[in-house]
């Protein structure tokens, strides 16, 4: 699975910004979809993730903030960060995970998102 994301950028705090994933397989296919972000030194931290089933899962510093939704039809994932803070300032990653013999995973390339305060 190959995951191409895109939509990061520089906003002001109370800004909003949309993030979007494009797989090159057909989400369905795909167990859980998801959102990781990073800062430089630490680890990868979950931000929002969805199943191929609709459920959902957020962080909960972004809940109440952020919404992950899929777009069947377009293979596309996407997160919705509204109220951003200078604390979601981050290096976000798109993310697939297929459970099949074994769990995999896949990583698209990051998209910086910078949040000035």
């Known amino acids: 699975v190959q995951l191409q994301a895109y939509g990061g950028g520089l906003v002001q705090a109370g800004g909003y910004l949309r993030l979007s994933c494009a797989a090159s397989e057909n989400i369905l296919s795909i167990n859980v979809m998801g959102w990781y972000r990073q800062d430089p030194g630490k680890q990868r931290d979950l931000v929002a993730a969805?199943?191929?089933?609709?459920?959902?899962n957020y962080a909960d510093s972004v809940k109440g903030r952020f919404t992950i939704s899929r777009d069947n039809a377009n293979n596309t994932v996407y997160l919705q960060m509204n109220s951003l803070k200078p604390e979601d300032t981050a290096v976000y990653y798109c993310?697939?995970?297929?459970?099949?013999?074994?769990?995999?995973?896949?990583w698209g390339q990051g998209t910086q998102v910078t949040v000035s305060s």
């Open positions: 993310s697939a995970v297929i459970f099949a013999t074994r769990l995999n995973r896949y």
């Open positions: 969805i199943t191929s089933g609709g459920t959902t």
